[in-house]
């Protein structure tokens, strides 16, 4: 650290040494100055030197002051020459002139050994660091030059050169890494701490909506004999019909001739909600027309069965999902899945001749997956499901309630998915559906007065029905003479009836499916399914000499029963399957034929579109769909279906709809 005088000094050789590096060329050729003649050269010739004047007196005159004879006043003019000569700073002449310029102002006296040497080792300092400065310099463009030199770096064996990345390429990369900086972001909190309280993270929300063109077309040739087609779900679903009614009006009929045309909406709503340490809940709301388990379709400008509708009227949503779920490993080769409230179908389906894709179940279930190898895993489904529970205050009317009449669907499923081969995946499924009180039985004998009173099997009816299974009465009402209210007139009056399913339901169930992936991500798939309702009992539906026989599926429309309990499936689909369209252009074709006999399954949950919705009926299925964007495609599709037994019934539907999800 220099001190304060240091640094006065050096600045000020630096700026002597700049002035005299400035004067230099005037210096070495300037001639030295000629001594006045006047002046003598010995010192005891000189004049004596003036005096300073006293303060306060006036100025000295002009006139130089005549030189004192004492030789001891003189002023000398020229250096001693006997006083030592200045110590030079250099032994010799040097090739730097810088330095032989301070040496020679140091012989001259106009600087000190001292300031000289501040002012060399400052120069020095600097050319010290210029020097740095420069080397670092020539460094790093020397590094430059080499890398230029170097070969280029050689591509390892593995490695994909990427010569042109599309534009959706790039927007998917930015869109996964958005996805995932975000994840981490909430995971973490870096990015807005405290924004949000905590559960809110634990809730995602999902969706989609469907708009759809429906027409339902019907051939000539169908069979409008008057009361051929009667429609069962709308006489369970009201008070009874008096079939002996005195104007003669008959029961509700199902439309078989007249075309019809709708524009249908479908929103669904949902969340699904981590409750932490295995434990899940899922909540989802949907459209539709009414409360049918088979469809979300919400027809625009319908009245909903409401006193008020059209004209642009809201329409209703509906609770469709709300659930707990807990998942958990047992141990290595078992994990186990359970579910309680109203949750999506657990068992697994080739097609929709039994279940309906809207089709949510009641209940619980547990469900045990076994992954015993990478390629080998076996599944076990097992639930009960309530149907029907009788209302607290059954029989509104009576005095006397009856007995609760509760219905239930117990079954177990049982599955395995393996690899044929790396590109080919099976799986494959048995399945036994037992169906605890479903079909309707006959009553206690009675005479109902009115329309109000109530039998007591009147909730062994189904209350949701499409159409297709048989039926046979369920009110064994008595022939007694006299008028109402005690009477019937020999049963030519008061005839109020309700209908219940004709047989048992006990069925056996085998899905299958089989994935050929060699092309992906398209896909080939073959599918079947084959369903047989073991509990039909052909005797007693043939029967018609009970009290109760059956009234429909008959030839002619009151011959034979022709019913049936069997149901199969076979169907082709190829493309990218439709959960997995991602991007614009992802297609997907489809075409199935199935066989499905009127008591096979119960008809209130097959699928709601074929033939109208239902079962005793055959024909095939043709579909495509096409991805519009990331997260929309259309899907058109035509089915022809025409009825197994009773009277003739061809119905063709066509759809044309737009989905999008997110």
């Known amino acids: 650290m220099l001190t304060p005088k240091q640094v006065w000094r050096r600045t000020y050789a630096c700026f002597t040494a700049s ?30 030197a003036a005096s300073a004047p006293a303060a306060g007196a006036p100025a000295a005159s002009s006139t130089p002051a005549p030189i004192s004879p004492n030789p001891d006043e003189a002023v000398p003019v020229l250096p001693d020459p006997n006083a030592d000569a200045p110590k030079q700073i250099l032994n010799g002449p040097s090739q730097n002139v810088t330095l032989n310029l301070i040496n020679r102002l140091v012989k001259k006296g106009i600087l000190s050994h001292a300031e000289a040497s501040d002012l060399i080792q400052g120069a020095e300092e600097d050319a010290a660091f210029a020097k740095a400065q420069a080397q670092a310099l020539a460094e790093t463009q020397a590094a430059v030059i080499a890398q230029n030199a170097m070969p280029p770096v050689q591509p390892d064996a593995e490695e994909v050169r990427v010569t042109y990345i599309p534009e959706s390429v790039k927007a998917q990369i930015r869109d996964q890494l958005r996805t995932e900086v975000f994840a981490q972001a909430r995971e973490q909190q870096w990015a807005a701490p405290n924004s949000a309280p905590e559960w809110t993270q634990r809730i995602k929300l999902f969706g989609d909506m469907r708009m759809r063109q429906e027409s339902l077309m019907y051939p000539s040739g169908n069979d409008n004999v008057t009361g051929a087609f009667p429609n ?33 909406l479908r929103m669904r709503l949902g969340f699904d909600i981590d409750l932490e340490d295995g ?45 707990i779920r807990y998942e958990a ?6 994990n186990l899945m359970v579910e309680i409230g109203r949750f999506q179908n657990p068992f697994m389906t080739a097609s929709q001749i039994m279940w309906d894709e809207d089709v949510n179940l009641d209940g619980g279930a547990i469900q045990i997956t076994s992954p015993w190898t990478p390629s080998f895993t076996t599944f076990l489904t097992a639930g009960a499901f309530p149907v029907f529970n009788s209302s607290l205050n059954v029989g509104e009317n009576n005095t006397a309630k009856t007995a609760s009449y509760n219905k239930y669907l117990v079954a177990a499923q049982f599955g395995v998915q393996f690899k044929v081969t790396d590109k080919i995946e099976a799986k494959s499924s048995i399945a036994y559906y037992d169906w605890k009180n479903i079909e309707g039985r006959f009553s206690s004998p009675f005479v109902p007065a009115s329309a109000t009173d109530a039998g007591d099997t009147d909730d062994s009816r189904p209350l949701f029905a499409q159409k297709g299974n048989t039926y046979r009465p369920i009110r064994n009402i008595t022939p007694t003479a006299g008028a109402a209210p005690g009477g019937n007139q020999n049963g030519t009056i008061n005839q109020f009836q309700y209908f219940g399913l004709a047989t048992k339901f006990q069925q056996i169930a085998w899905a ?24 039909l009992d052909k005797t007693a539906m043939n029967n ?3 009290l109760d026989p059956v009234v429909n599926n008959r030839s002619g429309g009151n011959g034979n029963w022709e019913g049936g309990d069997t149901a199969w499936y076979m169907g ?6 439709l959960l997995l369209f ?14 499905v006999e009127s008591d096979a399954m119960v008809d209130g949950f097959t699928e709601s579109r074929f033939g109208n919705g239902g079962t005793n009926m055959e024909g095939y299925t043709l579909q495509a769909s096409m991805a519009v964007s990331k997260r929309t495609w259309m899907r058109i599709a035509y089915m022809s279906a025409k009825q197994l037994a009773g009277p003739t019934l061809q119905t063709n539907v066509f759809l044309l709809e737009y989905h999008a999800k997110f």
């Open 572 to 577: 082709l689909n190829v493309g990218k399957p």
């Open 19 to 48: 002035l005299l590096a400035a004067l230099q060329p005037s210096l070495m050729f300037a001639a030295e100055p000629a001594l006045p003649e006047a002046l003598p050269l010995l010192a005891e010739n000189a004049p004596p």
């Open 279 to 323: 434990f899940t809940a899922g909540i989802r709301m949907a459209t539709g027309g009414n409360n049918s388990p088979v469809s979300t379709n919400q027809t625009l400008g319908s009245t909903n069965g409401n006193t008020q509708g059209g004209g642009f009227s809201k329409y209703e949503l509906w609770l469709d999902r709300a659930f």
């Open 232 to 264: 069962f779900n709308a006489l369970n679903t009201g008070l009874p019909f008096d079939f002996r009614n005195t104007t003669g009006t008959l029961p509700p009929q199902l439309n078989v001739d007249q075309n019809r045309d709708r524009t249908r």
């Open 329 to 334: 490993s047992l141990m290595p080769k078992a």
């Open 512 to 535: 299958g499916r089989l994935d050929f992936n060699n092309w992906e991500p398209m896909q080939v798939s073959l599918l079947g399914e084959f369903v047989k309702n073991v509990g």
């Open 582 to 595: 991602d991007k614009r252009g992802d297609w997907a074709f489809g075409l199935g034929y199935r066989h």
């Open 544 to 546: 018609l000499n009970r």
